[in-house]
Every structure is written in structure tokens, then in C-alpha cells.
């Protein structure tokens, strides 16, 4: 049985950063397309940063692109999403999701079958 486990949100002001962690069990980060989704209060779940099986290839959401990085540590088989100069509109709870695919990234929820609990993250102005 695959799980999925975040850790690291919490509060932080505008211009700050934080690293949120997903703890893969029951398959490997190393077989699997991975992704980050995010949903705000009131709003439909969105994908944030995805990344390929083989780990080499990643797509974000715009609203992200140069102050998000996702990647993952295929040993201790984590994925990382590290977020820089957060601002007020990346308030949301936060979600890691695996494929049972090896390609991607894949940009559609329904492409993804495991999905952690969530984590939140609130971004003060």
C-alpha cells in the first residue's frame, strides 16, 4: 500500500521560505512521476510543481515558476517542495501525489491514484 506523509508547512510572512517534505512508503520515488497540488479555501485544487519518474524533467504553475522548486532524494525517497518568497496567495493546503506512472510529468489530477493528507501552509502579508 503506497503512502504519502507531508511534513514542514506552517506559518510564514511574505518574502519567506519553507520546505514541505513527502515521505513516500509502499513504492519508490524512483519509479514514480511525482506532484505537488495546493488548495485555497473556496477554490478547486490545482496543481502546483510536477515531476517526471526518472526525475530529470519538472513543469510548474505559473504563479510559482522561479520561487518553487520541487525535487526528491531517490535514497531516503523524499519529495521536496521548496518555496521561496511566499506571498499572501500561496496560503493553501498542500498535497504530494504519486503516478503509478514512470513518465510525465503528468498535469492532471486523475494521473495520480496516491495522495498524502495534506499540509498547510499560510502565508501572512
Known amino acids: 500500500q503506497v503512502r504519502l506523509e507531508e511534513s514542514g508547512g506552517g506559518i510564514a510572512q511574505t518574502g519567506e521560505s519553507l520546505r514541505l517534505s513527502c515521505t513516500v512508503s509502499?513504492?519508490?520515488?524512483?519509479?514514480?512521476?511525482m506532484a505537488w497540488y495546493r488548495q485555497s479555501e473556496g477554490k478547486e485544487r490545482e496543481i502546483v510543481a510536477a515531476?517526471?519518474?526518472?526525475?530529470?524533467?519538472?513543469t510548474y504553475v505559473d504563479s510559482v515558476k522561479g520561487r518553487f522548486t520541487i525535487s526528491r532524494d531517490r535514497y531516503k525517497n523524499i519529495l521536496f517542495l521548496e518555496m521561496n518568497s511566499l506571498k499572501p496567495e500561496d496560503t493553501a493546503v498542500y498535497y504530494c501525489?504519486?503516478?503509478?506512472?514512470?513518465?510525465?510529468?503528468?498535469?492532471?489530477?486523475?494521473?495520480?491514484?496516491?495522495w498524502g493528507q495534506g499540509s498547510q501552509v499560510t502565508v501572512s502579508s
Open positions: 515531476i517526471d519518474g526518472f526525475g530529470t524533467e519538472a
Open positions: 501525489a504519486a503516478s503509478k506512472y514512470y513518465g510525465g510529468p503528468y498535469l492532471t489530477a486523475t494521473d495520480y491514484d496516491s
Open positions: 509502499g513504492t519508490s520515488i524512483n519509479t514514480n512521476a
